[in-house]
């Protein structure tokens, strides 16, 4: 038998104890070409859609293969499930002995050498006067203990809560983390015994940020390994771009600030000259917020070259500074962390070819710099060593996986193959997709009141239960402010203005617990919500998700694009779209019973030359533009 029969006969054994009599034709396809690709060392494309069971269809053949293979994911949700229900039924179920571990950042493991400082004197550290003295005076017996018996450091191992403010004052970063090596308590690193975990494990599963980082340090944290799954692999063009990239802002050297007083006297000149700088680098940001720069020109390359200097300056002073042992960690820390942002520094004045900076705003403003394609660093430093699954629910545009392949680097179509499952769910029956051409064009003014009266129509046919995903904070609060007292239903918010919350976890329970609630967010709720049965009967999409046309990183991509011969709208705004849209509308059908509709506020889906496209990326709900089905399909509910 060869290996991938041998796969899906292991495959269906296993889900045999799962669930007998539900459709599997789709999970053993995937199953089959996985442990095909891996045996003949191609690259594969799997669409997965919603319900496949994908996880397993990976797993199973991953294991079979004897091939050291690395599980990234998007959501820490699919990192849960992997670690908590699919790798433990396996071992219980597949008959195969197997090690399996996950990997986290590590910002999730407890740091021993900065319990220890806070132990010794917890005030010299900026970050901790944050916490209330009471707080620290609670907690830090029961860490102390627990430390010493903690078998993976984890926070999420703690036998007792604790304040977010406390747990981050007492872990560190990839940036300031000086090496097992270097650190006092190196040899009992939480962080660094996960690591050799990792190292010795058969399957190991991480998030796609850390990966990607792996790469960047050429196999540093993972080692070697024959083959990689990427699940949710949409997301890999952004995450590779982000990680490959760099961010700086005043926040950085204002943390720098505060770290340096730990080590420095108080009234030492380097703490008042690296807080200075955090406010001179803000201030040659603000004017350019939200644009493309040349960190080489005007103000902000005199606010770079100053930063360059008073880092090496203060590099200089660290490095010939004798302290006491109680102090060396820090030290330490706060030497590695400069070291890094001094090379970054020298990075900027001569931008690398093919990159792009801008400054962008919001919460907290930044310079950031992004490979506008990221393609030939994934060839180089991805393809080139190792087996790769991509897989995901929304990899296609238009039915093609070209575009997906074609923008994490798979360029050649002999380079992978590609394979489409469909899902099992009975879409035609389950679902209805709407788009009321009777509103105005998104970009009339008269649109927004017009898409608020039709969603306020479609809650009330719904009864409540409604998922309503904006492409704007705008639309948003607009909707909030119009609907949220109209009826009794809770209106769940995401965002401040109206009384809502930010936190995504605590909306979401919420949003669970009261079955007729409605939940209005933006794109943060667009991918990896999972609300299964009556809580959710209605999404409701304001806007095909276009991103801005001034972006600076989608313009620099289409123009890219543009000067390669291709359309920078086909190449890179309408796939870009498509999956963002076709996540949306993923979030009502999860189950073979769930029953709902999809509700698109944007004619364009109807009416557009390109509307072809995207309706082949989604799910294939039966469509109208009738607002009376609509309602009557509702009211059947």
């Not at 009599?21 to 996985?34: D, L, P, Y």
């Not at 036998?159 to 406390?166: G, Q, Y």
């Not at 020109?297 to 660290?318: H, I």
């Not at 999409?541 to 289409?558: C, H, N, S, V, Y």
Request: charged share 25%; aromatic share 6%; glycine share 8%.
């Amino acid at each position: 038998m060869n290996p991938a029969d041998h796969a899906t006969e292991s495959l269906d054994k296993v889900v045999a104890q799962l669930s007998a009599g539900e459709e599997r034709s789709g999970q053993r396809e995937m199953c089959h070409a996985v442990a095909t690709a891996l045996e003949q060392e191609r690259h594969l494309l799997v669409e997965a859609g919603t319900g496949v069971g994908k996880s397993l269809a990976y797993l199973v053949p991953a294991v079979l293969s004897g091939k050291r293979t690395v599980i990234a994911t998007a959501t820490k949700a699919l990192q849960d499930q992997l670690v908590t229900k699919d790798v433990p039924f396996l071992h219980e179920h597949l008959g195969v002995p197997f090690d399996a571990t996950v990997l986290k950042g590590r910002s999730n493991y407890l740091c021993k050498a900065r319990l220890a400082e806070t132990v010794a004197d917890g005030t010299k550290d900026s970050q901790l006067r944050l916490v209330p003295a009471t707080t620290i005076e609670r907690s830090l017996p029961a860490l102390t203990e627990w430390a010493t018996s903690a078998e993976f450091g984890e926070r999420s191992d703690l036998p007792v809560d604790i304040s977010t403010l406390l747990w981050d004052a007492l872990t560190v970063g990839p940036a300031e983390c000086p090496g097992a090596k270097r650190c006092p308590h190196g040899e009992a690193c939480f962080a660094e015994l996960a690591r050799e975990r990792a190292l010795a494990a058969d399957i190991v599963i991480v998030n796609a940020h850390l990966y990607c980082l792996d790469l960047v340090l050429d196999g540093a944290l993972l080692g070697e390994h024959d083959a990689v799954v990427i699940d949710e692999a949409h997301t890999l063009e952004e995450t590779a771009a982000s990680v490959f990239g760099l961010t700086i802002g005043p926040g950085r050297f204002s943390w720098l600030a505060s770290q340096l007083r730990g080590v420095l006297v108080r009234d030492a000149k380097e703490i008042e000259a690296t807080e200075r700088l955090a406010s001179a680098f803000g201030r040659a940001l603000e004017p350019l917020s939200g644009r493309r720069v040349q960190p080489d020109e005007g103000s902000l390359a005199t606010a770079v070259t100053t930063a360059s200097q008073v880092v090496a300056s203060v590099l200089t002073t660290l490095r010939n500074l004798k302290v006491t042992d109680s102090t060396e960690s820090r030290r330490l820390r706060v030497l590695q962390a400069l070291d890094g942002l001094a090379r970054e520094l020298e990075t900027l004045p001569a931008l690398p070819s093919g990159h792009v900076a801008w400054v962008e705003g919001g919460g907290s403003i930044t310079l950031r710099v992004a490979p506008v394609d990221v393609g030939p660093l994934l060839t180089e430093r991805l393809f080139a060593h190792r087996t790769a699954i991509l897989t995901s629910a929304t990899l296609s545009v238009g039915g093609e996986v070209r575009s997906t392949a074609f923008s994490v680097g798979l360029r050649d179509r002999d380079d992978y193959t590609a394979l489409r499952v469909a899902s099992p769910f009975d879409y035609q029956h389950q679902g209805l997709l709407y788009c009321p051409t009777h509103l105005p064009e998104p970009r009339d003014d008269a649109f927004l009141d017009a898409a608020i009266d039709e969603l306020a129509g479609l809650i009330e046919a719904a009864g409540g239960r409604t998922l309503a995903l904006f492409t704007s904070y705008r639309a948003l609060d607009a909707a909030a402010e119009a609907l949220r007292e109209r009826w009794d239903w809770k209106v769940l918010v995401q965002d401040t203005t109206f009384g809502g919350g930010t936190d995504r976890a605590q909306l979401l329970a919420e949003f669970l617990d009261d079955e007729q609630a409605c939940l209005f967010a933006t794109m943060a709720f667009w991918q990896g919500v999972d609300v299964p049965g009556d809580s959710l009967r209605l999404v409701v999409i304001d806007k095909l998700p276009f991103g801005r046309p001034d972006e600076p990183l989608t313009q620099a991509r289409r123009e890219a694009a543009e000067a390669d011969g291709r359309s920078g709208f086909e190449t890179v705004d309408l796939p870009r779209a498509a999956r963002l849209l076709a996540q949306g509308a993923g979030r009502l059908i999860r189950t073979t019973t769930d029953r709902g509709v999809v509700a698109v506020l944007d004619r364009r889906l109807a009416t557009a030359r390109y509307r072809a496209a995207i309706l082949r990326s989604l799910p294939p709900l039966r469509r109208t533009v009738d607002p009376d089905e609509v309602r009557e399909f509702l009211a059947s509910l």
